[in-house]
């Protein structure tokens, strides 16, 4: 049994960073891939007529209508989403079990219910009970996160500058707490109270003696709960929190019922020692990496330039050498036990870390990472790129034409010549006769930049890119202040009664995908013609499929070349 948790800690190791890569998918992505059985419509059609009446209905009609567009623009969690969600709290359950304030907790709950119980079935009632209890403690507190906060504000937050630095605060004093540098607790009359209804009989006390434990345990749970609830809560779904809360209750909750129920397992589980600590240290520094994302969001969204892409790589592979180090035993803090020899997981762990090290060190010098190209900063932020001089291509460091509009701080990644500005680049398209390729995107969306690295950087894709369509990056989270003449009141972000201030450059972008487009999720891609229809219905979103993406493209060439000969 000592050598399956061990083991179980080394897959929550590599599970760590896929892990964190879904959340973040999850956190800032509600645009679900193309199914491989969709089936293009050609803009004008009998059944695209049909399918976009009720957004051309939308646009035009009342307040009603607005209204409805507004509810219509907010992502909703899929269920896939959710399932996702689910799985990332189960697997933070599992690991929290592992951590030092409820491994030992495990013998003292199962002798409660074998002793106290009259028989062995009531000893299991009551162990089930107490499993149920914990689940709805949990999923109560993912309910109460919901309803405080709302499901639509928490999407809005997720962008938002100030909060994303809060947030990595947070973050980063869980991940400190982890390490040993205190605990994080609640007030000591609060634990007693819980503890003394516990002694109650009955169903009562079971619950509070479920109570207790998610009291007592919150210096080791809280860190986990925290970052999970700021990470799914951000999806914008009312069950988000919800179903991340049930899928964390629901791991800790199987494994108390189950040693309830076969109590002489418990002899098979290693002894509570210093391995119950160096589980928390590894999963404090994951949790300060993994914090560094949302800095790195304010940091894009405001352009405040201090954690640039190199500085990002810098203080991971630092974090990465300093886990490896930890787990052979070279660093050592206070209330570490002695390590008297290296055991075999413990030594792969370590050679996990080294190797994630130096995996990220050829990113100081540009490498593209696409392993992580989702969380780091992207690679227009890097001062120095190796190679960069002789990067083939239309757009060179230097553009030969005057620069447009918001190219000072937008960028596009491979030296795609392109615009961030919608009337701009559609009258450069009517000129040049090509058709508009609307990249609505964000500086915290962690899929567009996947798909930058690992669909656009194909051949193929970045030769249509950059030679058959005129590609328009549109961030809608950016935080740059419109002149005051730009400004104006959207209805279609918030209602007729209470407009939203369009007074950023982001939101003036995602007013713009929520009028013509009917959503705010990113990636959005959608292909004009000259006249402003779109070439290909549906647009799509994520598809890292490149034959996909491909077809979606010269679907798109197509159909504005049919139209460019009608005319």
């Excluded at 219910?113 to 709805?136: L, M, N």
């Excluded at 019922?257 to 160096?278: E, Y």
């Excluded at 020899?341 to 540009?366: D, E, M, N």
């Amino acid at each position: 049994m000592k050598k399956f948790l061990l083991l179980l800690m080394l897959a929550a190791m590599f599970i760590a960073l896929p892990a964190s890569k879904s959340f973040a998918n999850i956190i800032q992505d509600t645009t679900a891939a193309v199914p491989d059985d969709i089936q293009f419509t050609e803009v004008g059609s009998t059944k695209d007529s049909a399918a976009n009446s009720a957004v051309k209905d939308s646009v035009s009609n009342n307040i009603t209508t607005a209204s409805a567009k507004t509810e219509k623009a907010k992502p909703e969690g899929s269920s896939q989403t959710l399932i996702s969600i689910f799985a990332a709290g189960f697997i933070a359950g599992l690991i929290a079990f592992l951590l030092p304030c409820i491994f030992p907790m495990v013998p003292l709950t199962v002798s409660y219910f074998t002793k106290r119980a009259e028989t062995k079935g009531k000893g299991i009632q009551g162990a089930i009970i107490y499993g149920v209890s914990i689940i709805v403690i949990y999923v109560i507190l993912g309910l109460l996160i919901t309803l405080i906060f709302g499901a639509s504000a928490l999407n809005e937050l997720a962008t938002d500058g100030f909060f994303n630095v809060f947030i990595f605060l947070i973050l980063l004093i869980f991940g400190i707490s982890f390490l040993g540098a205190f605990e994080i607790t609640l007030p000591s009359s609060f634990v007693n109270k819980m503890d003394s209804k516990s002694d109650s009989k009955g169903l009562t006390g079971i619950f509070f003696m479920a109570a207790t434990l998610a009291v007592v345990s919150f210096s080791c749970t809280g860190p986990l709960i925290g970052t999970l609830l700021v990470t799914v809560g951000q999806t914008g779904g009312f069950l988000a929190p919800i179903m991340g809360m049930f899928g964390f209750s629901l791991a800790l909750a199987l494994i108390f019922v189950v040693f309830a129920i076969f109590p002489s397992w418990m002899t098979s589980l290693p002894k509570s020692g210093g391995w119950l600590n160096a589980v928390k240290v590894v999963l404090g520094l994951i949790e300060i990496a993994l914090a560094l994302k949302f800095l790195s969001t304010a940091d894009l969204a405001y352009h405040w330039g201090i954690l640039d892409r190199e500085v990002f790589i810098a203080i991971w592979v630092v974090i990465a050498f300093i886990l490896g180090f930890y787990l052979i035993g070279k660093i050592k803090f206070s209330h570490d036990s002695d390590l008297p020899y290296i055991s075999i997981p413990r030594l792969f762990l370590a050679g996990a870390a080294f190797v994630f090290a130096f995996y990220l060190i050829p990113g100081l010098w540009g490498a593209p990472l696409k392993a992580v190209s989702a969380l780091v900063p992207p690679l227009s932020t890097q001062d120095f790129v190796m190679g960069q001089e002789s990067e083939s291509g239309n757009q060179t460091l230097t553009p030969a034409h005057p620069p447009r509009k918001y190219s000072k701080f937008l960028h596009i990644p491979h030296n795609i010549d392109g615009f961030f500005d919608y009337q701009e680049a559609l009258a450069y398209a009517k000129q040049v006769k090509k058709p508009l390729f609307l990249d609505f995107t964000g500086h915290g969306c962690v899929n567009c930049r996947e798909m930058e690295a690992k669909v656009w950087s194909d051949p193929r894709v970045l030769k249509k890119l950059k030679e058959d369509y005129i590609v328009v990056s549109l961030y809608t989270d950016d935080k740059t202040a419109l002149p005051i003449g730009e400004q104006f009141d959207s209805e279609v972000l918030g209602s007729k009664t209470s407009p939203v201030k369009v007074n950023t450059v982001g939101k003036k972008f995602k007013h713009l995908q929520a009028e013509r487009f009917n959503t705010i999720s990113q990636p959005y891609y959608v292909l004009l013609g000259t006249d402003e229809k779109e070439l290909v219905s549906p647009p799509i979103g994520v598809e890292f499929k490149i034959e996909k993406y491909l077809q979606y493209l010269d679907k798109g060439l197509s159909e504005f070349a049919k139209n460019q000969t009608n005319e």
